[in-house]
């Protein structure tokens, strides 16, 4: 993450095109807006077109405009994203499913910095800043035929690589600390122990970075204010891997949190999942995945392991003190009423302080 910030900040301070590679989920998009937020088209649009997304007819219309009756249906005149962006950034995200004969236009709109609109004859200048993106390999495509060396040339003049999440591991602390620092909802945050970030460093996360922002998300709201242990990231994990259904949409009575009771199609259907698309069952009843998630403040025969509790509830005091205080250790501490170096033991027992510094690092990056 560190180096692709420096990446970032040096492409935020040039104008050239950029070019964006990194498979499905690893963040290219979220580079790409930040070069645009610190670059000096700041202020100005930007517009992210998925190239894949547009129907092959509507491409050349969506990207350079037309002229109100250049074709049947064109009611009224349209101006293009291009011109849209003016001043600003255009982001052409999953370039490599451009059509070959759109990737002519582009090029020559790309070198001759105008556009035409679709039945127009005005020439219009354009200052637009162009950041392509691909989860695809473009030398194959070349190769295949399928995109034209010469635009992937224009593009490419800055090229960055955003690795898969399972390349570099050692960024998911801070990943993890960022998505529980911009949770929306207002219950407290699951607690990951030491071991559930070593759980989490040993996933594949064939979704990268967005996989991982969905399982904390799903964390968040069945973990809420409990620790999150090594076994509870199996099944948090799992519910991105098509279930198997067991038939009747039941949970186990018995179930433990080390059995895989993501499974069950409960989990899926209530809509938590992934933000690709993925479509795992059909039945809408809530999922409980841990007795003691689904109500907390009622009488159980369940055993509790008070130290295990009172513990989590100390790093959970500890955090929000934190949260209040934006970080002020000396202010966190006294709204708690312990003493500065007292507090910072605790943080260290709870392994707070290098989350902060993890978070510190992520904040810094984009
Ligand atoms: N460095 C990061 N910091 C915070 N969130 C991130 C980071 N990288 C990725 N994400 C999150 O992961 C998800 C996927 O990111 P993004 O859409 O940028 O990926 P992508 O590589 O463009 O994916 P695709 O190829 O499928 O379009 C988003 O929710 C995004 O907010």
């Given at each position: 993450m560190q180096q692709l910030r420096m990446l970032v900040k040096f492409a935020g301070r040039c104008n050239s095109s950029i070019m964006i590679t990194g498979p499905s989920g690893s963040g290219k998009e979220v580079v790409a807006d930040a070069i645009h937020s610190i670059s000096?088209?700041?202020?100005?649009?930007?517009?992210?077109?998925?190239?894949?997304?547009?129907?092959?007819?509507?491409?050349e219309s969506e990207l350079f405009g037309h002229e109100k009756g250049s074709f049947t249906g064109a009611i009224n005149k349209h101006v293009g994203l291009f011109e849209q962006s003016d001043g600003g950034t255009i982001f052409l995200d999953e370039i490599g499913d451009m059509p070959l004969n759109m990737q002519?236009?582009?090029l020559r709109v790309l070198e001759s910095r105008i556009v035409n609109r679709v039945?127009?004859?005005?020439?219009?200048?354009?200052?637009?800043?162009?950041?392509?993106?691909?989860?695809?390999?473009?030398?194959?495509?070349?190769?295949?035929?399928?995109?034209?060396?010469d635009l992937f040339y224009r593009l490419c003049v800055v090229p960055i690589e955003v690795p898969a999440l399972n390349e570099r591991t050692e960024d998911i602390p801070a990943l993890v600390a960022h998505f529980l620092k911009n949770q929306t909802d207002a219950n407290p945050a699951p607690i990951f122990t030491a071991?559930?970030?070593?759980?989490?460093?040993?996933?594949?996360?064939?979704?990268?970075?967005?996989e991982l922002r969905n399982v904390v998300e799903r964390a968040t709201v069945f973990f809420s204010g409990q620790q999150v242990q090594a076994h509870d990231?199996?099944?948090?994990?799992q519910s991105d891997i098509a279930p198997?259904?067991?038939?009747?949409?039941?949970?186990?009575?018995?179930?433990?949190?080390a059995q895989p009771v993501m499974q069950q199609p409960q989990f899926a259907a209530a809509g938590f999942g992934t933000d690709h698309g993925t479509d795992h069952g059909t039945n809408n009843q809530p999922f409980a995945p841990r007795a003691f998630a689904a109500a907390p403040a009622q009488p159980s025969n369940e055993i509790v392991d008070l130290n295990?509790?009172?513990?989590?509830?100390?790093?959970?005091?500890?955090?929000?003190?934190?949260?209040?205080?934006?970080?002020?250790?000396?202010?966190?501490?006294?709204?708690?009423?312990?003493?500065?170096?007292?507090?910072?033991?605790?943080?260290?027992?709870?392994?707070l302080d290098k989350q902060m510094q993890n978070e510190t690092v992520l904040a810094a990056a984009f």
């Open positions: 000096q088209r700041a202020s100005h649009p930007n517009i992210t077109v998925n190239c894949g997304a547009l129907p092959e007819q509507l491409i002519v236009k582009l039945g127009g004859n005005q020439n219009i200048p354009i200052n637009v800043r162009v950041i392509a993106a691909t989860h695809k390999n473009l030398g194959s495509s070349i190769q295949g035929g399928s995109f034209r060396e071991e559930a970030y070593a759980a989490l460093q040993n996933h594949d996360w064939p979704g990268n970075v967005r990231i199996a099944m948090l994990v198997t259904h067991n038939g009747n949409g039941s949970i186990p009575p018995q179930s433990t949190p295990a509790h009172l513990q989590n509830e100390e790093r959970r005091i500890i955090m929000q003190a934190l949260e209040a205080s934006h970080g002020v250790v000396s202010k966190a501490a006294r709204s708690i009423n312990i003493k500065r170096t007292t507090f910072i033991d605790k943080m260290r027992k709870h392994s």
